[in-house]
């Protein structure tokens, strides 16, 4: 049971470019969610989804962008890299919201 | 707004215990999660409470109250590899339901 798997782990990035971080899971969960990790910071959730073809913003969407086309896949794209979304970035899901979140192994991003 | 606030470190000995609290504010409360995660780890699960009261699992029990949006992770008979940060998230509305985390607490135990 692979669980949560995101790609790449590490990841660098020019400024300006743009990139996907790919997540997926096996669970069948419902509840997809993207955080970013940054010193100081916790963990500060991006955008997230209740199920297939429904997305919402969470405290720090400005230059992420997301959909979520089946129930496995939710990918993060990034439309113009800037340093500071240089971060480390958790993909988590759960079969709903107050049920227990399995997080992907993170991944790195530096944005040069 | 939507807050959560806790100890950014605490420090305790080996075999002793530790509570790490945490407050929140938020206009549509549901629940408090608590995770742990070691450096260069990606968090796991420790419990959730909905209900005041205590959970307890282990080592580790949860407590909330919600009449005082409080709640606390207790860890008892610690040992060196609980050293990690540990964070409390709440599951709030705001569009649907959303899970917000704080800013973690950084537990060294020491010797």
């Known amino acids: 049971n692979a669980g949560v798997t995101q790609t790449p782990k590490f990841q660098v990035l020019k400024t300006g470019q743009s990139m996907t971080l790919q997540c997926a899971q096996d669970m069948n969960h419902e509840y997809m969610s993207w955080y970013r990790q940054d010193p100081g910071m916790g963990l500060r959730l991006i955008h997230y989804?209740?199920?297939?073809?429904?997305?919402d913003q969470g405290e720090v969407p400005n230059g992420y962008n997301v959909s979520r086309s089946t129930t496995e896949d939710f990918p993060l794209r990034l439309l113009s890299a800037a340093p500071s979304q240089t971060s480390v970035y958790f993909c988590?899901?759960?079969?709903?919201?107050?049920?227990?979140?399995?997080f992907g192994q993170g991944t790195r991003l530096t944005v040069v | 707004g939507q807050s959560l606030e806790q100890p950014s470190e605490v420090t305790a000995v080996e075999g002793a215990i530790v509570q790490i609290n945490c407050t929140y504010q938020t206009s549509g409360f549901y629940g408090l999660s608590w995770y742990q995660q070691h450096d260069g780890g990606a968090p796991t699960f420790l419990s959730y409470n909905a209900l005041d009261g205590l959970e307890e699992t282990g080592r580790f029990s949860s407590f909330l109250s919600r009449s005082d949006s409080y709640g606390y992770l207790l860890l008892q008979e610690l040992q060196m590899k609980d050293s990690a940060s540990y964070f409390c998230?709440?599951?709030?509305?705001?569009?649907?339901?959303?899970?917000?985390f704080g800013i973690g607490t950084k537990l060294q135990v020491i010797p």
């Open positions: 989804s209740v199920g297939a073809g429904i997305t």
């Open positions: 998230a709440m599951l709030n509305s705001g569009g649907y339901q959303k899970v917000t």
């Open positions: 988590a899901s759960s079969y709903d919201g107050n049920t227990e979140a399995f």
